[in-house]
């Protein structure tokens, strides 16, 4: 059973940072890429950044040198860290694979205040 497990938000002023972990169980870990999407009020689901198990990494264009994914293959994680926080980067966070499939984890809160 494919299990995602989100942690790291909080609440941080403008500017601010966060690190983000997924926890990824093995079979979707080890298979496929890894992305973190984000899903802000009333807006749909967003990709934010990807991971390659060779390590190349792609950003959406709203985070682009704000943002870098990491993975940690040793303990099947991925990792976002967030620089720069803006309050439009306000939203719950989730990983997955990339593309993503399947079910999604609970997500974790980012809130950026101004």
């Known amino acids: 059973q494919v299990q995602l497990v989100e942690s790291g938000g909080g609440l941080v002023q403008a500017g601010g940072s966060l690190r983000l972990s997924c926890a990824a169980s093995?079979?979707?870990?080890?298979?496929?890429?890894m992305g973190w999407y984000r899903q802000a009020p009333g807006r749909q689901r967003e990709w934010v950044a990807a991971?390659?198990?060779?390590?190349?990494?792609n950003y959406a264009d709203s985070v682009k040198g704000r943002f870098t994914i990491s993975m940690d293959n040793a303990k099947n994680t991925v990792y976002l860290q967030m620089n720069s926080l803006k309050p439009e980067d306000t939203a719950v966070y989730y990983c997955n694979a990339f593309p993503s499939y399947g079910l999604w984890g609970q997500g974790t809160q980012v809130t950026v205040s101004s």
């Open positions: 093995g079979s979707i870990f080890s298979r496929n890429a």
């Open positions: 991971i390659t198990s060779g390590g190349n990494t």
